[in-house]
């Protein structure tokens, strides 16, 4: 059927879930958001790809947003107060819907085209589409000829679709952009903590792309991840990523979404190498500290100076989310010879401010609790915060930001604390 025949299922007053990332189902979207006879639907979704006309200014007695992780086509609209941000574990997202606390009258996915058998496979994000696909009233589905068929615990079964369309469309792609200076000492410094036999964890931009471009020496690593873009597929190549030394899935790249170019999802496709599974899998800390060596990648927006880390606000407004930073940092603490690292650059605002500070800004999250910190990586050094008191941490942290910043540190710090400090260079 037509996508504004597949949508005109949708009622008002229901609670709709929007597929997300390379997987958000774009002519679904844009046909609902096309109707103007609806009242008061609730969309709920993570960080969804291309535009979010759903959440554009007018539409707020229609569609309420409900962003599990705010991306780039919902920040306006978070920070303006016409749309919702819900602060949450990517690992106890699917359980919202899997206890009927957040009850799915209506779940909208991307899936890959049926095999014989009639089966469908999640494609790039099974993350929380899976348990929306199980607990939704309804499943109106976008049978993409070009979405990858992935393997793992992302099946679809016939009988859960009720409505769909057919089309052949590209996915929308994130590329790797140029690296920079910074971006490069960080990867150096990063890739100088991982030892062999180790299980990757990591997001994606600069800083982890960085990191993974110089591990190609490395041998017998592993990935037990939420998700990977296209740098992995260079390990896999050079054979640095063997699978062989984890204990979850060995032989297996396991993730549960992936985001960059078509290279990456023609890699996926079919290949029974990669297996996606939901983000309350992967995500699990008791799942994740099985494996050996974990070394979780994770970024920040800012770091106080007792090792309060800030990941998803600037101050007050929503940039993204708590993800699944909390859940990697944990496993990776409590995985056999793990190390949970946090990777920015000490600037920010093209060098106008420094992102290590005496005190976060007014309304910064808390992500990551200075009781979790460990490993600090800036393009100046990494410093690892366990185990240490308020006083090293804060001469530990100074001696890593930006050189145009750390005598004020040193001074902030010694009036917060009434700590005597060695002057800092």
Not at 62 to 77: C, D, H, I, K
Not at 303 to 332: E, Y
Request: hydrophobic share 40%; net charge negative; with cysteine.
């Amino acid at each position: 059927m037509s996508a504004a025949d597949a949508v005109s299922v949708v009622k008002s007053g229901d609670c709709v879930f929007i597929h997300g990332a390379a997987a958000t189902p774009t002519p679904l979207v844009e046909a609902l958001a096309a109707r103007t006879d609806l009242e008061n639907v609730k969309v709920y979704h993570l960080h969804t790809n291309g535009p979010a006309p759903f959440a554009d200014p007018g539409r707020e007695d229609e569609f309420r947003s409900v962003s599990l992780f705010t991306g780039q086509p919902l920040r306006r609209a978070v920070n303006d107060g016409r749309a919702d941000f819900m602060p949450i574990f990517l690992s106890d997202i699917p359980d919202l819907f899997l206890s009927g606390q957040v009850k799915l009258d209506v779940a909208l996915l991307h899936l890959s085209i049926p095999d014989a058998q009639g089966l469908s496979s999640l494609g790039t994000s099974c993350d929380a589409a899976k348990a929306a696909a199980e607990t939704a009233t309804t499943v109106v589905a976008e049978f993409n000829e070009q979405m990858p068929r992935t393997h793992g615990a992302n099946i679809i079964r016939p009988h859960r679709v009720h409505r769909w369309i057919h089309t052949d469309r590209p996915l929308l792609e994130h590329a790797p952009g140029p690296e920079s200076e910074v971006e490069a000492r960080i990867g150096e410094f990063i890739a100088d903590l991982v030892e062999d036999g180790s299980t990757l964890q990591m997001g994606i931009g600069g800083i982890p792309d960085a990191a993974l471009a110089r591990m190609t020496e490395k041998n017998e690593l592993g990935i037990h991840t939420e998700m990977f873009s296209d740098r992995i597929l260079d390990l896999v190549e050079c054979g640095a990523i063997t699978n062989r030394q984890k204990v979850v899935a060995p032989g297996r790249l396991v993730t549960s979404f992936i985001g960059g170019t078509r290279k990456l999802f023609d890699f996926v496709d079919d290949n029974t190498l990669v297996n996606f599974h939901p983000c309350n899998w992967t995500n699990d800390t008791s799942i994740i500290r099985k494996n050996p060596k974990v070394v979780a990648i994770n970024s920040a927006i800012q770091i106080d100076l007792t090792g309060q880390v800030c990941a998803d606000s600037i101050g007050h407004r929503i940039f993204s989310g708590i993800g699944g930073q909390m859940d990697f940092i944990r496993g990776a603490a409590l995985s056999p010879g793990g190390k949970p690292i946090i990777a920015l650059p000490s600037q920010a605002m093209g060098g106008k401010v420094s992102r290590i500070v005496s005190e976060l800004n007014p309304g910064a999250g808390v992500v990551t609790t200075r009781g979790h910190v460990h490993w600090i990586v800036t393009e100046y050094g990494a410093v690892n915060l366990h185990g240490r008191t308020l006083r090293e941490r804060g001469e530990a942290l100074i001696s890593i930001a930006h050189p145009d910043f750390r005598t004020e540190l040193t001074k902030e710090f010694n009036q917060i604390r009434h700590f005597p400090m060695p002057a800092m260079a």
